[in-house]
């Protein structure tokens, strides 16, 4: 099980001597995002530049650079995991993250908070898209959703974390301790995983593509059999990766280029790249961006929307914690489709209450309890559906041979939508007020139609069924039986281990 999440990945504009004052600022992500407060980074006056820039474009900066560097660690990583290795690759990126979380922590002006979103941003990138293609490669099928969607359960242990702490230190501390020590323990985590990951085994796919069949078969018995290489399915699940990347090399795609050339590939990529835009598409960055600050507009104080918050991420977690226990169960395909309708309703109930109910209207408690009580009913949709399976469908549909450049390709697309997002947001509530959340209706509507027509369910296939699957499945997959384009690989695994059982037998 694999933990690093930033607790505190987005800040409040501080209020710099001469420069404008501040406003809470929430950002959300796919991985865990919460809204900490800096009341006052230096007691000095900022640079003639810092006091006449733009609020947005100050705010747009401090959110972005996050997303930004996120965005560009999720390509990087995409190289470094072939490379490297799945292990070395995540090391690399914690270790990238631990010294942009050093920067934020002893920021001295805004220009090293800045530096260090950048670069903590930028670490991120590299775990959030290498670490679900690392889980789903020693995963056995039965359990692949649930192992994979351990991402999104321990990004929301680090969301529970960032919260209560960020609340607890606006409430009980006055000075830079408000933010330092949020922003600092986002480095624990980060560390101990740095320090441990070696202590992992490699993924065995990758080192059987990469010419360490031994090793790779080795750490294959260590992962499902307590190191036993002699165990039938070991043994027939070891045969039939072989046989699998013997395959990928002679007819699949190996590069970049190839993923957009090969149909099948592109197929993959194009679905995994939907998937993610389509997750920033829900509105799960734009309610989490704006809720504090509507919070503040309805009357709701700075440390009761922290307050809220805090709850909104234990709800989130318990959430997670169901899709870990049910999503090998229910399915992929159900589940993304039903959660996106879910927040389809959840934006249209929003929408209603906003307009008859606009913040500038001081309803005051009935306005303020329906918003806090709708984001916290799309937040339990949005954590259950939508976040684990951003992460457990990509790293699961590509074959060995491009799997860490497909999923690379596709977090850098949830990144730069989330970027889009955090830049758009508020300029648009202010200039469209609820009008804005139309948006999200007709995403969440038109997501779910999406996946209903194109979305083939993957519980349980094995990983070397994916270019069988994606080869021979129509485009247009609704109302088409599965058994049309499934091989049955799980079937032939199991059918080998019998054989190798009764030779061992004679």
């Known amino acids: 099980m694999i933990w690093v999440s930033s607790p505190v990945s987005s800040v409040v504009q501080p209020t710099l001597p001469g420069s404008t004052p501040a406003r809470l600022k929430s950002k959300s992500s796919p991985f ?17 530049w810092e006091q006449s820039v733009n609020k947005f474009r ?8 996050f997303t930004g560097g996120a965005f560009f660690g999720a390509g990087f990583a995409g190289y470094a995991g072939d490379r490297l290795g799945r292990r070395l690759t995540i090391m690399l990126g914690a270790l990238i993250f631990i010294l942009g979380g050093s920067l934020q922590t002893a920021a001295r002006t805004i220009n090293y908070l800045y530096a260090g979103r950048a670069l903590a941003g930028t670490g991120v990138g590299f775990l959030t898209m290498i670490i679900p293609v690392y889980q789903s490669e020693i995963s056995h099928p039965s359990i692949r959703g649930r192992v994979t969607g351990l991402q999104q359960f321990m990004l929301g242990i680090g969301a529970l974390v960032a919260g209560w702490t960020t609340y607890g230190c606006y409430k009980n501390l006055k000075d830079d301790g408000q933010w330092r020590i949020p922003l600092a323990i ?6 101990v995983l740095a320090a441990l990951i070696l202590l992992f085994p490699e993924s ?53 280029a190839e993923l957009f050339k090969n149909k099948s590939a592109f197929r993959r990529l194009f679905l995994a790249c939907s998937i993610q835009a389509s997750i920033q598409l829900t509105g799960v960055s734009a309610i989490q961006y704006f809720s504090v600050p509507i919070f503040q507009q309805i009357g709701i104080s700075a440390e009761n929307a922290l307050k809220y918050q805090a709850i909104n991420s234990v709800l989130a977690l318990i959430a997670q914690f169901f899709c870990m226990l049910t999503i090998d169960k229910f399915g ?29 209207s001081n309803s005051g408690n009935t ?21 684990p399976l951003s992460w457990i469908i990509p790293a699961e549909i590509f074959d060995t041979q491009t799997r860490s450049k497909g999923v690379s390709i596709a977090t850098m697309i949830s990144f730069a939508f989330n970027t889009l997002i955090g830049q758009v947001t508020e300029i648009a509530v202010d200039a469209v007020g609820w009008r804005y959340f139309l948006l999200f209706i007709v995403c969440n509507l038109t997501n779910a139609l999406f996946f209903y027509a194109v979305l083939p369910e ?18 247009i997959i609704a109302r088409v039986d599965p058994a049309t384009y499934r091989a049955n690989l799980a079937d032939d695994v199991d059918r080998r281990a019998e054989e190798i059982r009764e030779k061992g037998t004679l």
Request: net charge neutral.
């Open 32 to 48: 865990s995002l919460s809204p900490p407060v800096v009341r006052e980074l230096v007691d000095r006056r900022p640079p003639p």
């Open 58 to 65: 100050r705010s747009g900066a401090v959110v972005s650079l």
């Open 186 to 191: 986002q480095l624990i985590p980060a560390v």
């Open 204 to 256: 065995p796919r990758w080192l059987i593509d990469n010419d360490k069949a031994d090793q790779g078969l080795a750490n294959l018995a260590k992962l499902h059999a307590r190191g036993d290489i002699h165990d039938p399915w070991v043994r027939a699940e070891f045969a039939q990766i072989q046989e699998a990347i013997r395959d990928e090399r002679e007819h699949e795609a190996k590069s970049y």
């Open 332 to 360: 992929r395909r159900p589940v993304l489709i039903i959660g996106n309708l879910v927040n389809c309703l959840a934006f249209v109930l929003v929408a209603i209450l906003l307009a008859l109910f606009p913040p500038e």
């Open 367 to 387: 306005a303020g309890w329906g918003f806090i009580i709708l984001t916290w009913i799309f937040n339990v949709s949005f954590s259950y559906a939508c976040g």
């Open 458 to 475: 993957t519980k349980k296939v094995p990983l070397e069924e994916m270019n069988y699957l994606f080869t021979h499945a129509p485009w």
